[in-house]
């Protein structure tokens, strides 16, 4: 487990992944997560997860600033997290491309 990982790791977190594991479908997580956080939020995480798709196809900083309006300070954490996290970005993205496919 990454150090990263073991700050967020407590029995709370385990209790949300969980919950958000138990989602059956696009409409629950869709319920789930306007319950759970404000607009904003949702939006941002969104929107990270587009700037960290973008940065793996390889786009500049400015068309990601243009289509997404992150900060470019965003834009370098997202980058980081791909560079030096957990590899979380890269499996769900395999995953939905191999779904995609099917």
């Known amino acids: 487990m990454s150090a990263q990982m073991n ?60 289509k997404t309006g992150a900060s470019t300070a965003t834009i370098s954490r997202v980058n980081r997290s791909l560079c030096y996290g957990n590899g979380g970005y890269d499996k769900v993205f395999a995953r939905c491309e191999r779904k995609a496919d099917k």
């Open 7 to 66: 700050r967020i790791k407590d029995e709370n977190t385990d209790f949300l992944l969980s919950c958000i594991l138990s989602l059956k479908d696009l409409d629950e997580c869709y319920e789930f997560f306007e319950d759970l956080c404000t607009v904003p939020e949702i939006k941002s995480m969104a929107r990270r997860l587009v700037v960290a798709k973008m940065l793996t196809e390889k786009c500049k900083y400015e068309d990601i600033v243009e």
